[in-house]
């Protein structure tokens, strides 16, 4: 099995407020890269949905919801329940939190992930 870089979800968040929000497209072309190779294939498109989300805003959250989709089906993979959560983060946007959350979530998700395989060699 896959495994990706573990990273503290509070530093994901400290450093993207800091960089005010440079780091999370960062950090979300890394954990879609990440998402693809554990899924063993292309879910996420990181170029379309998170460099040219810049200029089209909306593809932003269809990445997000692409995020959410192949994490759902890859917890059973690592024997973790498999959680929606793409309406809560689109719900706490409306109140300017719902992007540091998702990733929370989801850098806790990965870590989780990451922590049931076996160190690469």
Known sequence: M???ETRNPVLVIVLS????GIYQIVWLFMVS???NNAA???KIDPVIFFLLGLLCFPL??????????????????YNLPAEKHFILWLLLSLVG???LFMG??????LNNMWARTAPQA
């Open 2 to 4: 896959y495994r990706g």
């Open 17 to 20: 407020i800091v960089t005010c």
């Open 33 to 35: 890269n990440e998402i």
């Open 40 to 42: 063993g294939e292309k």
């Open 60 to 77: 932003m959250y269809v990445g997000l919801y692409k995020i959410d989709e192949a994490l759902f089906e890859l917890n059973p993979r």
């Open 97 to 99: 939190i719902g992007w």
């Open 104 to 109: 929370y979530q989801v850098q806790e998700n």
